[in-house]
DNA sequence: ACGCTAATAGGAATCATATGCATCTGTAGC
DNA sequence: GCTACAGATGCATATGATTCCTATTAGCGT
């Protein structure tokens, strides 16, 4: 996956934390935890607080840089850099490994949703099952 | 929505607590939280401990009578019967009320998997949006 | 009815995330 | 470049969902 950058709002201050999180995401080459970002920061030597890093990614979603995607029952909310052509992935229910998929069923499909007033902003989709390394596990349990 | 029936499993163990959890998913016509099941119980006289309620939805799910969804990021997880047929949602961003969907855009997808060996299990699909109550309010912002 | 095993009550622990507040730091205006 | 102030962070502590622990209780096969 190439690097791909975001393009700071100019009305956003600049500060160590949000560029070393928006560094870490770009770095990224799958979605991150709050966590993971957060020790992805201490790794480089610079530090950084959870709650810091909760309260950025939150602005950086609320201003469209970063993606929240929640996976597996949403234990834990992933982040990545938004990246407008959007994404789904498929989950490995044994390993949790996380799998980038290509297309998107939502592309031409309407949905058939009960209150026929319904404004559609967006969805969320997970495909899980097992990846080729855990399948031959499972099949033998 | 009509009140529909789950069997019980000949060697699932009758106990007060999982019929009263059973009768409650029975009766809804919304997927329920682990906190609204443990209330609907308290209402209907009968007691009901929250830990309780969540291991026995955790077996539930197990023995594929109930389904366990994830909605808007996850904050909690939600319990339904499992209607073989099944069923997606569309959550309104504002006020979280959830809307059923009646078709489903897997049917004819073939989803493009970087891991060409990936056995798909299963998955989930979320659509967000405005729902018609919140939509005049979310536009006049 | 008896006893064994598995389930529950009750509470405390854990995990992810949010919040409150004092202190610090970018940056707009000079 | 300096200053002031709004807004951001460091840090601790709170919160809400869920899980874990253990003593007690209750199904159910015999």
Redesign the pocket.
Known sequence: MKELKVEWP?????????EC?LSVLEKADKPL???EICSAIEKSG??????????????FVKKGMVAKI?IL??????YELNRFEHKHYAVCLMCHKIIPMDNCPMEKFIPNIQDSDFRVMGHNLEIYGYCKDCDPKQRSL
């Open positions: 100019s009305n956003l201050k600049r500060t160590k934390p949000r999180i935890s709050a966590m610079e530090s950084a607080w959870l709650s810091t890093v909760y309260r950025v990614l939150e602005l929640a029952n949403g234990e834990t909310a992933l």
